[in-house]
């Protein structure tokens, strides 16, 4: 099994890396593929070094699966002509999240969608991801008629030049930014670029993948998103309304027996998910599951999880998985 990480040496690419080895994929040759500026640099995997290479030798390569994770234009310009070649490729960016021929893959909640042919799979936005593994056995259950979410999403989810705009604004230290504003003691109501109907490319990210993933176009979906000076995690606060009437208890006991979700709800022990908990792990965590004593039908709830983990490598290695599964690599 060839394996090729394109960004093999940014943020998240290190990430696929350490989440590869550490879920024992059958990785039988590593590809790190970065740009031309890295190519030539080593990195590590399972105690041995890997030269970097550019995307072309790593065609030439011929790995059976390319996971990528090197932004958008990267994406568009490079995974067709890996998927030209025959190599499966699981994109990590936002490039081919909403073409109507590609599936965008949670695989606990739709991984039966991928076929054979499916030659670039994409991997959704990290906020979508942590929130749909939560919606799913409740859509089924409950039927969601609409979702308010409100995101506190981690300095790692902008990249390494954001946690060292964190660090050094700590320090006292002046140095490039990656945000036009001090994030250290402060939260940044804007995560991506504004659109013209005054939300953001990331709040609108969340509404488009969720209907998506769920496959139920009738699921009402509003988002704000905000950056916080937290170093590793997303947090959510979401309201969810239902069509059928509920339980709480009941929806405590579906989350629980929900495969990849960990329910952490006790408030009489003060025990709630925080980004903290849920760093370098899998699962997604959830808790304060309480009644929206507004209006019927209406829960409220706390999602947390690893927005590097779950919401990027481990769910792209996941797919591969999947796919692997299937003999289809």
């Given at each position: 099994?060839?394996?090729?990480v394109?960004?093999?040496?940014?943020?998240?690419?290190?990430?696929?890396?350490?989440?590869?080895?550490?879920r024992?994929f059958?990785?039988?040759?590593?590809?790190?593929?970065?740009?031309?500026?890295?190519?030539?640099?080593?990195?590590?995997?399972k105690?041995?070094?890997?030269?970097?290479?550019?995307?072309?030798?790593?065609?030439?390569?011929?790995?059976?699966?390319?996971?990528?994770s090197?932004?958008?234009?990267?994406?568009?310009?490079?995974?067709?002509?890996?998927?030209?070649?025959?190599?499966?490729?699981?994109?990590?960016s936002?490039?081919?999240r909403?073409d109507?021929?590609?599936?965008?893959?949670v695989?606990e909640?739709?991984?039966?969608?991928?076929?054979?042919e499916?030659?670039?799979?994409?991997?959704?936005?990290?906020?979508?991801?942590?929130?749909?593994?939560?919606?799913?056995?409740?859509?089924?259950?409950?039927?969601?008629?609409?979702?308010v979410?409100?995101?506190?999403?981690?300095?790692?989810?902008?990249?390494?030049?954001?946690?060292?705009?964190?660090?050094?604004?700590?320090?006292g230290?002046?140095?490039?930014?990656?945000?036009?504003?001090?994030?250290?003691?402060?939260?940044i109501?804007?995560?991506?670029?504004?659109?013209?109907?005054?939300?953001?490319?990331?709040?609108?990210?969340?509404?488009?993948?969720?209907?998506?993933?769920?496959?139920d176009?009738?699921?009402?979906?509003?988002?704000?998103?905000?950056?916080?000076?937290?170093?590793?995690?997303?947090?959510?606060?979401?309201?969810?309304?239902?069509?059928?009437?509920?339980?709480?208890?009941?929806?405590?006991?579906?989350?629980?027996?929900?495969?990849?979700?960990?329910?952490?709800?006790d408030?009489?022990?003060?025990?709630?998910?925080?980004p903290?908990?849920?760093?370098?792990?899998?699962?997604?965590?959830?808790?304060?599951?309480?009644?929206?004593?507004?209006?019927p039908?209406?829960?409220?709830?706390?999602?947390?999880?690893?927005?590097l983990?779950?919401?990027?490598?481990?769910?792209?290695?996941?797919?591969?998985?999947?796919?692997?599964?299937?003999?289809?690599?």
């Amino acid at each position: 099994m060839k394996v090729a990480v394109v960004g093999a040496t940014g943020l998240v690419g290190s990430k696929m890396l350490q989440v590869l080895a550490e879920r024992n994929f059958p990785v039988t040759e590593l590809i790190p593929v970065a740009s031309e500026k890295s190519v030539g640099k080593e990195v590590t995997f399972k105690g041995k070094g890997y030269k970097v290479v550019n995307a072309d030798t790593a065609i030439s390569m011929k790995p059976n699966v390319a996971i990528f994770s090197a932004g958008g234009s990267t994406s568009l310009e490079w995974a067709p002509k890996f998927a030209a070649a025959g190599i499966t490729v699981i994109d990590n960016s936002s490039a081919w999240r909403m073409d109507p021929t590609k599936k965008l893959v949670v695989p606990e909640v739709n991984g039966d969608a991928i076929t054979q042919e499916d030659k670039i799979i994409a991997n959704p936005n990290c906020s979508t991801i942590q929130m749909v593994l939560v919606l799913k056995p409740l859509h089924e259950k409950y039927k969601i008629k609409r979702v308010v979410v409100s995101t506190y999403q981690s300095v790692t989810g902008t990249g390494v030049k954001a946690v060292t705009q964190l660090m050094n604004e700590r320090q006292g230290i002046e140095g490039e930014k990656a945000y036009a504003y001090q994030i250290d003691l402060n939260v940044i109501p804007q995560i991506d670029v504004f659109l013209d109907n005054g939300y953001t490319k990331e709040e609108m990210k969340m509404v488009n993948e969720t209907k998506k993933i769920m496959g139920d176009d009738n699921i009402l979906v509003t988002a704000t998103t905000v950056r916080i000076p937290v170093m590793g995690g997303h947090s959510e606060s979401v309201n969810i309304e239902f069509e059928n009437e509920y339980d709480v208890a009941e929806v405590r006991s579906l989350l629980s027996q929900t495969p990849g979700v960990i329910v952490v709800d006790d408030p009489s022990k003060a025990q709630y998910p925080m980004p903290k908990d849920a760093h370098d792990k899998d699962e997604v965590f959830v808790g304060r599951i309480r009644r929206d004593e507004t209006q019927p039908k209406t829960v409220n709830m706390w999602i947390v999880a690893d927005n590097l983990r779950k919401g990027a490598a481990t769910n792209a290695v996941q797919i591969a998985e999947y796919l692997s599964g299937k003999n289809w690599l």
